[in-house]
């Protein structure tokens, strides 16, 4: 088959459009002739080499994707070649003991399409059958290879890190990102007021329309009393952070006693500032987000699927012309996700 791949680490042009073997098909699994596949942040990390996971090169990215099934193992059950389809874009062992304790995100052996095997990045892929989700005929290929860990990210920070409740307050940071946007639908779902903040006037009116309650826009030198005026002086159940930097510490500072901050994200700066005394006096939680279960992605795909949770595509690419994606990527001035398409 044809993917867009690359033989060492480098530059975006290292991605190459080249032939390469045709994946295996065992008798679980299935091969999906790819339509769309979404490129993440994550995967100019794995191409330039800095991404800390030991690649076997050539190594075919992408860890979301959507197609049809042109192929199915002996043992691969109710999937059915011509069927439309996802699958799960990481995937736990089903064996080993914590698997067994139904703790699947804990298991050591976990695969991530375009990480630990192959993924959407070429014309074809193979995935076990158990972890392909089938698509009805109406749904949208490109949304759904487009949404899938932007909303599951953002779907497990409201539902199971920060346990949003109707009628909580919930501040979203710079909410015109890509998970900060999900985070937006994905508390107003849970029924909370969401406060959101962005770096123009311009992003407010989009960030409106995803659904927060308020838009405050960064101007001054205090966005916590900005906050808090926002807000009547109410303070926030919790905070869902993607961007770290300088104003972390200002966002903590706006939670509530024993109010939850959920970080995902340091685009804005990895060490950040952070006042060890107003934490415990408070009885703050930090908490990390690690990792989306396989329920979590399940919940996201639907999501996408019955139009609950959109997520914006800033452009499209052919696949033979990756490396003009990964530019175009990191060059950080789009909003919304970059999908390749099948040529
Ligand atoms: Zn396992």
Not at 29 to 43: E, K, P, T
Not at 177 to 183: D, H, N, R, T, W
Not at 189 to 199: E, K, N, Q, R, S
Not at 271 to 294: H, K
Request: hydrophobic fraction near 45%; charged fraction near 20%.
């Amino acid at each position: 088959m044809k993917a867009a791949t690359f033989y060492e680490y480098g530059p975006a042009d290292a991605m190459q459009y080249a032939d390469v073997p045709d994946p295996d098909v065992g008798p679980g699994d299935v091969l999906i002739r790819v339509q769309a596949c979404g490129v993440n942040h994550s995967d100019l990390d794995s191409r330039a080499g800095t991404s800390r996971w030991p690649f076997e090169l050539p190594m075919v990215l992408g860890a979301e994707f959507g197609g049809t099934v042109v192929d199915a193992g002996s043992g691969a059950g109710h999937v059915r070649a011509g069927d439309l389809v996802t699958a799960f874009l990481q995937y736990n062992c089903g064996r080993c003991a914590q698997c067994a304790r139904w703790r699947p995100d804990l298991c050591a052996a976990f695969e991530i399409f375009g990480t630990t095997r192959w993924g959407g990045y070429g014309e074809l892929v193979s995935a076990p059958a158990r972890v392909v989700v089938p698509l009805e005929p109406g749904d949208e290929v490109q949304a759904v290879a487009a949404g899938q860990c932007v909303v599951s990210t953002a779907w497990h920070m409201v539902n199971r890190l920060a346990l949003v409740r109707p009628g909580d307050l919930v501040l979203v940071p710079s909410a015109s990102g890509g998970v900060a946007s999900a985070l937006v639908q994905c508390a107003k779902l849970a029924g909370a007021t969401v406060i959101a903040t962005t770096g123009s006037s311009a992003k407010a009116e989009r960030v409106s329309g995803l659904g927060a309650d308020v838009v405050v826009v960064r101007d001054g030198d205090d966005i916590a009393a900005d906050l808090l005026h926002a807000t009547g002086g109410r303070r926030f159940d919790a905070v869902l952070d993607t961007v770290g930097g300088q104003l972390f510490g200002a966002h903590l500072s706006v939670l509530r006693a024993e109010g939850t901050l959920v970080t995902c994200g340091a685009h804005a700066g990895e060490v950040v500032p952070l006042d060890l005394i107003p934490l415990f006096r408070n009885g703050w939680r930090i908490v990390g987000f690690r990792l989306a279960s396989p329920g979590d992605l399940a919940a996201s795909l639907e999501l996408i699927r019955r139009g609950a949770v959109k997520v914006p595509i800033a452009a499209t690419f052919p696949v033979s012309d990756a490396a003009e994606a990964h530019r175009f990527l990191e060059r950080r001035q789009h909003v919304g996700k970059v999908l390749l398409v099948a040529v």
